[in-house]
């Protein structure tokens, strides 16, 4: 009895809390706890915060788990599991929603845009920036999800955005999660292949870049593909 009037009250408190000051008034395991109030009507879920934390390390640890691995730990089930990855998806892509109008002008501005949208991904994936002539991103999407070490840049799919969007600029992205900047030779060949098929049809590949979770690489600074790019 004694704990369930210490903790009676504390859901509407957090909510109040949030309300009033925002989600950056809260410690990492407090916006857990506050995560998991829907997946436990009626438990305290500020030990299951701390024991993911303890588990991951931080909340961005927690967020970047595996299905499996949050599903490992201690009173996270299935439906916790799925929330906090739900979560992670969620915010991942209303980010990328408010990155319409960003200017991606210069290699660095290209670079730090790719770097922030990739770095965090556990797995490689692939997208494409679809740019205006004034270089200014219209819009970003994802073109592929690779399991572990692969992605595919489907060339239909980016010809069809980029005349959905009327670009006429084109950047590709991926990453090597825990890999080297350097690009393979199938990252080399696809990219030629893409140059010069929207080149076709009036559309400029800007740039090809490769993300870890150090930085970025660019594939048309470093020369590579010479006879596409001009190095600059």
Request: hydrophobic residues 40%; glycine residues 4%.
């Amino acid at each position: 009895m004694a704990e369930e009037n210490i903790h009676k009250g504390h859901r509407q408190r957090m909510i109040k809390k949030y309300l009033e000051h925002g989600i950056d008034c809260f410690e990492e395991h407090e916006v857990l706890e506050v995560l998991l109030f829907s997946c436990y009507p009626r438990r305290n879920t500020n030990d299951i915060a701390h024991d993911l934390i303890r588990r991951f390390g931080s909340l961005k640890g927690v967020l970047n788990a595996s299905y499996e691995d949050l599903c490992d730990v201690e009173n996270v089930g299935p439906s916790a599991a799925s929330m906090i990855k739900f979560f992670k998806d969620f915010a991942m892509r209303h980010a990328h929603e408010d990155n319409s109008g960003v200017v991606l002008l210069t290699r660095m501005q290209a670079m730090e845009f790719c770097y922030k949208l990739l770095k965090d991904c556990t797995v490689e994936v692939a997208h494409v920036l679809l740019l205006d002539d004034s270089y200014t991103l219209i819009s970003e999407s994802r073109l592929s999800r690779g399991v572990t070490t692969s992605v595919e840049f489907d060339l239909k799919t980016i010809v069809a955005k980029a005349l959905k969007n009327q670009s006429n600029k084109v950047i590709l992205v991926h990453n090597h999660p825990n890999g080297v900047l350097l690009p393979s030779a199938a990252d080399v060949a696809v990219t030629r292949r893409v140059a010069n098929s929207l080149n076709a049809i009036g559309i400029e590949l800007v740039d090809h870049v490769i993300v870890n979770e150090e930085f970025a690489y660019s594939m048309r600074h470093a020369g590579i593909l010479p006879d596409i790019w001009f190095r600059s």
